[in-house]
């Protein structure tokens, strides 16, 4: 098979055999291994024209209609695009070891003007700041060794949504609905379970993690997880819970649901942190930094969310509740809420949040080195073609980093030699 080839050439070949078959056309196999390969190659800018500027010097005009009409009209399914990278990143990643996470998270790309489809006044992850930008909702499966995102999908906001005249302009399906960034994630989940992804643990942060209905979610589908809440979530502490149904009086509808008084109420875990004994906190290495292993204290607890449970016939199930509080700071800095199994260690518990900072950097190499975040189109269908082939590119250096020790770049892509003379459009001359 082209996967054992013992060159990385034969290797992309191979990989360029199973992406060819689901973009479909054969007159789409050469756009499809251009934009690629100017993915790879080095250059500032990732859009359309200076990746055919690299890739062809000589004839880009040409190339740059080509790739355009490839990545932003052409009609191939950028999920089955998603699945093949996916899965050829899977089989070099579970030569070290199971999947151990799926990650949940999203990015923003910013963007200029308001045309651009979902670009809207939202918070940017990269800014850190509410900024206009595109946000990316992706699931990524993730070990000790590599992770590689295999889902993307847009945030479309609801003023996007209900906006027909912009909706038509970018080409928005018309199946496609508003909805949240928690309910795009348990779509990705559902297709998981669709493409017989190995199942793991679920992981995300409080974006996601402090919505009830995520956690219900993904506890209905028989995934556990460990999910960021905010220090507002109510629990019940061990030994406590809400008070069962009134006892019915013999007419009328029999009383159902759980009842709180005055007294017997839920507590926030930021209160119920700050109650816990001294000597229950331990100081942990929970991961490595750049300047080295990082260290903080942490505490954990077995509670039961609370959540509005007066509308439900039967308390929720206990889970551990994760608290992180750094010595001299005033105030625990983060909080976990996991449905991992009784008997799990602080370690267990630990490991999947940890983990998931390897998500950080796939975003970071993702726009930095291949350009996720450089398409300048403004359509529906190239923000996820675009999204899909850079996933493709960095999937294909995802398993060839996992074949090397240390890693070690795509040396085989090269930039196309210049013709003499040659001088980029829009150039000025030279002096």
Request: glycine letters at 8%.
């Amino acid at each position: 098979m082209a996967r054992k080839g013992r060159t990385p050439e034969a290797r992309f070949e191979g990989y360029l055999e199973r992406l060819g078959v689901v973009v479909g056309h054969a007159d789409r196999r050469g756009p499809l291994r251009a934009y690629l390969t100017g993915l790879r190659l080095p250059g500032d800018r990732k859009s359309v024209e200076p990746m055919a500027a690299r890739v062809d010097p000589a004839r880009v005009r040409a190339l740059h209609q080509s790739l355009h009409h490839f990545v932003a009209n052409a009609p191939w399914d950028d999920e089955a695009v998603l699945a093949v990278a996916r899965d050829w990143a899977l089989e070099a990643m579970e030569r070290h070891g199971p999947v151990a996470a799926w990650v949940v998270d999203d990015t923003g790309c910013p963007k200029k003007g308001r045309h651009s489809v979902g670009v809207a006044r939202q918070y940017c992850g990269v800014l850190g700041k509410q900024e206009n930008c595109q946000v990316g909702v992706v699931l990524s499966l993730v070990n000790a060794v590599m992770s590689v995102p295999a889902s993307w999908r847009l945030y479309l906001p609801e003023a996007w949504a209900k906006d027909r005249k912009r909706r038509r302009e970018a080409g928005v399906p018309k199946e496609v609905r508003f909805r949240t960034k928690w309910e795009i994630a348990l779509d990705a989940v559902d297709r998981m379970f669709e493409e017989d992804v190995p199942r793991a643990p679920v992981v995300a942060d409080a974006g996601y993690g402090d919505t009830t209905e995520f956690r219900e979610g993904l506890t209905e589908r028989e995934l556990s997880y460990v999910c960021g809440v905010k220090g507002e979530t109510t629990v019940w502490p061990e030994g406590t819970g809400p008070l069962p149904p009134r006892p019915w009086k013999g007419r009328g509808r029999r009383p159902t649901r759980l009842r709180r008084t005055a007294d017997v109420r839920p507590v926030s875990i930021a209160a119920l942190a700050r109650e816990i004994p001294p000597g229950s906190w331990r100081k942990v290495a929970w991961r490595e930094g750049t300047r080295g292993t990082l260290r903080s204290r942490f505490a954990r607890l077995r509670v039961r969310p609370a959540h509005e449970d007066f509308r439900l016939e039967e308390p929720r199930d206990p889970e551990w509740l994760l608290i992180q509080w750094p010595e001299g700071e005033p105030e625990p800095t983060k909080y976990w809420l996991s449905t991992l199994p009784e008997h799990a260690t602080m370690k267990d518990l630990l490991g999947l949040p940890t983990i998931r900072w390897r998500v950080e950097r796939d975003f970071q190499e993702l726009k930095d080195e291949i350009g996720l975040d450089h398409f300048e189109g403004r359509g529906w269908k190239g923000f996820h073609h675009h999204g899909a082939l850079c996933i493709a590119a960095y999937a294909f250096l995802a398993a060839e980093r996992a074949r090397l020790s240390p890693p070690q770049p795509l040396a085989f892509l090269r930039p196309a030699p210049l013709p003499r003379g040659f001088r980029p459009r829009g150039a000025p001359p030279a002096a």
